[in-house]
T-cell receptor, first 115, second 115 residues
């Protein structure tokens, strides 16, 4: 168990560019989440996968955002035509096991800065 | 609409004393509550949780109390240690359409334990 891994750790991009982040969850976890955290706020839910199926999306996830988990393992989050308001820490988390209530395990995040 | 509220942005205590962090929630459908600890440049780390069928859960120096009628929970750390200095997030989850266990987070309380 090496924990949840996110890459890159930091990304600086110019407004209007596309960016893609990757998340590798804990290997036996079938549930994967993306969150966004801005300064002074707690993490905010963006989207949820169970295996490869994307089952929930927050209204925070505009049309410029897309997430995939093609084989039910790693996941990618793409932001198209980035805006300065997209600057935030993007956190990935995973959970699994038989129990319905199991804690989410977070990665160290990808910090996005849009200039 | 902030469903999970941590009204104290910061708390400072002396090493060896008790730290009490508070959290209020508004959604009566929440049935699972968690505390996370976050160090700078790292993702949130799970600390302790409690189900709504209980009113107390203890793990070493950490105890979480749940008062469902008041929609209030608290985290007690005894004795507090300098290494406990971090931002503490309260989080809650409940039934959702997609079946996820997505967490709703408070804004966090920054705990400083002074030697």
């Amino acid at each position: 168990d090496t924990g949840v891994s996110q890459n890159p750790r930091h990304k600086i991009t110019k407004r209007g560019q596309n960016v893609t982040f990757r998340c590798d969850p804990i290997s036996e976890h079938n549930r994967l989440y993306w969150y966004r955290q801005t300064l002074g706020q707690g993490p905010e839910f963006l989207t949820y996968f169970q295996n490869e199926a994307q089952l929930e999306k927050s209204r925070l996830l505009s049309d410029r955002f897309s997430a995939e988990r093609p084989k039910g393992s790693f996941s990618t989050l793409e932001i198209q035509r980035t805006e300065q308001g997209d600057s935030a820490m993007y956190l990935c988390a995973s959970s699994g096991g038989g129990s319905l209530n199991s804690p989410l395990h977070f990665g160290n995040g990808t910090r996005l800065t849009v200039t | 609409d902030q469903q999970v509220k941590q009204n104290s942005p910061s708390l400072s205590v002396q090493e060896g004393r008790i730290s009490i962090l508070n959290c209020d929630y508004t959604n009566s459908m929440f049935d699972y509550f968690l505390w996370y600890k976050k160090y700078p440049a790292e993702g949130p780390t799970f600390l302790i949780s409690i189900s709504s069928i209980k009113d107390k859960n203890e793990d070493g120096r950490f105890t979480v109390f749940l008062n469902k009628s008041a929609k209030h929970l608290s985290l007690h750390i005894v004795p507090s240690q300098p290494g406990d200095s971090a931002v503490y997030f309260c989080a809650a989850s409940g039934p959702s359409q997609g079946g996820s266990e997505k967490l709703v987070f408070g804004k966090g309380t920054k705990l400083t334990v002074n030697p």
